[in-house]
């Protein structure tokens, strides 16, 4: 499993909950369009498969993969890899 950011714009506020929805099942909410997760590469394709169905031309999203140890401030949140998935600490 690697480490990701996710980040989005959505320009109309209906998709924008669905699109909320579905991003924060995948990890932890960093700011209100910001979440950390961690996925393997086919579940990462998956969310971007997922995302582009409900987006229209106007909306971005970014999915983008955190090499080695990122610097973090502000409050730590843990990330704790187990056979069943991703625990949030």
Known sequence: MQSYLIAYDIADP???????TLVASWGIMQQKSLYE??????????????????MQEEDR????????????????????????GVIYQ
């Not at 209906?14 to 909320?20: G, P, S």
């Open 14 to 20: 209906k998709r924008l909950r669905k699109i909320h």
């Open 61 to 84: 999203a970014h999915l983008i993969h955190l090499l080695g140890s990122p610097l973090m401030v502000g409050r730590p949140v843990r990330l704790i890899h187990t056979h069943e």
């Open 37 to 54: 997760s961690a996925a393997t590469r086919s579940e990462l394709v998956d969310w971007a498969r997922m995302l582009m169905q409900q």
